[in-house]
């Protein structure tokens, strides 16, 4: 009987934690666009909670991404293998939001990224079938899609522009402005090679900085 309970807690528990991390991603949506109590009920039906280890590879270059992530906690990054081997480092996520090789998730090619957990992560993830299934069901689950793809273009567009407008420190205090509680959870060498500089030069402005 103990053990019976014990496991009738675990269940309740969990299902607590579900629906709360559901919770923030309808909040995050309906944020932007209003969603019927049907559409609801599709996306929760739809967005499969997840939770993974620090350092986990949960998607592998060299195969086409399986899922879309939303991102209820944690920190993400995509990166890949240049040609001497070294890892580099073009995206890492601030949440809320979505996360994956999104060009390659979108056409179903392969993807020369990897999709790293930098911290422990909660997640929810949908798969491309499921998405395009909720998309065909749902107007607004489309205009939403269509939402997040521009948000995606635009910032790829200001990236590319903040690499080569600005310096090495004027990104890193932009960074900083933008998201201050970044460097208290991801590593320098993952921020020093998003910025596109070696960690020892962000060293050198860090302490500049301080000093």
Known sequence: MKKYLSILLAIFVLSINF???????????????????KEIEMIQQYFEPISFSKNTVIEEAGKVPNYLYYIVSGYLRLFYLDENGNEVTTHINCPPGFFTSYSHFISETVSDHNVECITACELLRITKQDLDHLINESQAMKDFSISVFQHSITY???????????????????????YPEIIQHVPIRYIASFLGMKPESLSRIRRKIIN
């Open 19 to 37: 629906t709360s991390m559901h919770a923030k991603l309808l909040q995050y949506m309906s944020s932007i666009h209003e969603f019927s109590q």
């Open 156 to 178: 790829n567009e200001n990236r590319s522009r903040e690499l080569s407008a600005l310096n090495a420190e004027q990104r890193y205090l932009k960074l900083l402005k933008d």
